[in-house]
């Protein structure tokens, strides 16, 4: 099994920063992809960035220009770093890795997901 464990969040005035980190760790085979999402109250969780493993990203609208998405692949770690907040970034935040695994007799996609880390902007 693989876990993701983040810190990094908090409370942060608008304008600020924060920078998330995930890490991974078990018996990992070669993760995939690493990404963030984040889920605000009554709301449903959204993409946030995502980052392939050979460092090709993609972030939602909202976040371009303000938030950038790196990795460290040597040690299964990947980071986010949050620029200008603004109070509609709160949320929790959730890394997610995958990678695949031969389950079953085939390779298949496997998620993982981290606890969650809470980010509050306040105005």
């Known amino acids: 099994q693989v876990q993701l464990v983040e810190s990094g969040g908090g409370l942060v005035q608008a304008g600020g920063s924060l920078r998330l980190s995930c890490a991974a760790s078990?018996?990992?085979?070669?993760?995939?992809?690493m990404g963030w999402f984040r889920q605000a109250p009554g709301k449903q969780r959204e993409l946030v960035a995502a980052?392939?493993?050979?460092?090709?990203?993609n972030y939602t609208d909202s976040v371009k220009g303000r938030f950038t998405i790196s990795r460290d692949n040597a040690n299964n770690i990947q980071y986010l770093q949050m620029n200008s907040l603004k109070p509609e970034d709160t949320a929790v935040y959730y890394c997610?890795?995958?990678?695949?695994?031969?389950?079953?007799?085939?390779?298949?996609?496997?998620?993982?997901w981290g606890q969650g880390t809470q980010v509050t902007v306040s105005s």
């Open positions: 078990g018996s990992i085979l070669s993760i995939n992809t």
């Open positions: 997610k890795a995958d990678e695949f695994r031969f389950r079953s007799g085939l390779w298949r996609l496997v998620d993982y």
């Open positions: 980052i392939t493993r050979a460092g090709n990203t």
